[in-house]
T-cell receptor, first 112, second 114 residues
Framework: ETGVTQSPTHLIKTRGQQVTLRCSSQ?????VSWYQQALGQGPQFIFQ???????GRGNFPPRFSGLQFPNYSSELNVNALELDDSALYLC???????????FGDGTRLSIL | AQSVTQLGSHVSVSEGALVLLRCNYS??????LFWYVQYPNQGLQLLLK??????LVKGINGFEAEFKKSETSFHLTKPSAHMSDAAEYFC????????????FGKGTMLLVSP
């Protein structure tokens, strides 16, 4: 059984640029959640997708957006990057909206 | 709204000693509670979860946690620490709502010395 995979593993961008992070959910999982983990902090919920629809959003500005595809893989897009966007971005998938979430290893994004 | 407080950003134990990581939660409705472990440069791995039923929950790697509603606590314990347990541990809470957003604590780094 293939777990949650994220790409790329590391990324360096400059302020003002745009970035797309990708996540392949675990086989059979129809729900994907994205989290931002700043250094020394716990993960913060960004949003969740369930069957291709946004199903909840945390306290993040609209420049954070996402997509879920028919195969349940997902993308996180961030526009107009700021220095504070430097963090580990974690994707988690689950069998449903109230099922335990399984995490990928994350994408570490550094903004210069 | 829900929140999680983890007491102690760092906990140090000797190999073979008891591990106790503290977690208190705030929730307006009965919560679901989780403990996750994060090793360096990796994502989070689920250790154990409490949803309903038995309040003492056993997880992987010899860890267990007890849900105490009167104390709003969900402390994580392990009788005997191994060097391989050194990692960061996160307590998280979610509500039985339409979407299962997890609210995490700030984490506790467990250090194990020989």
């Amino acid at each position: 059984e293939t777990g949650v995979t994220q790409s790329p593993t590391h990324l360096i961008k400059t302020r003002g640029q745009q970035v797309t992070l990708r996540c392949s959910s675990q086989s059979g999982h129809n729900t994907v959640s994205w989290y931002q983990q700043a250094l020394g902090q716990g993960p913060q919920f960004i949003f969740q997708y369930y069957r291709e629809e946004e199903n909840g959003r945390g306290n993040f500005p609209p420049r954070f957006s996402g997509l879920q595809f028919p195969n349940y893989s997902s993308e996180l897009n961030v526009n107009a990057l700021e220095l504070d966007d430097s963090a580990l971005y974690l994707c988690a998938s689950s069998l449903g909206r109230n099922q335990p979430q399984h995490f990928g290893d994350g994408t570490r994004l550094s903004i210069l | 709204a829900q929140s999680v407080t983890q007491l102690g950003s760092h906990v140090s134990v000797s190999e073979g000693a008891l591990v106790l990581l503290r977690c208190n939660y705030s929730s307006s409705v009965p919560p679901y509670l989780f403990w996750y472990v994060q090793y360096p440069n990796q994502g989070l791995q689920l250790l154990l979860k409490y949803t309903t039923g038995a309040t003492l929950v056993k997880g992987i790697n010899g860890f267990e946690a007890e849900f105490k509603k009167s104390e709003t606590s969900f402390h994580l314990t392990k009788p005997s620490a191994h060097m391989s347990d050194a990692a960061e541990y996160f307590c998280a809470v979610t509500l039985n709502s339409g979407y299962s957003t997890l609210t995490f604590g700030k984490g506790t780094m467990l250090l194990v010395s020989p």
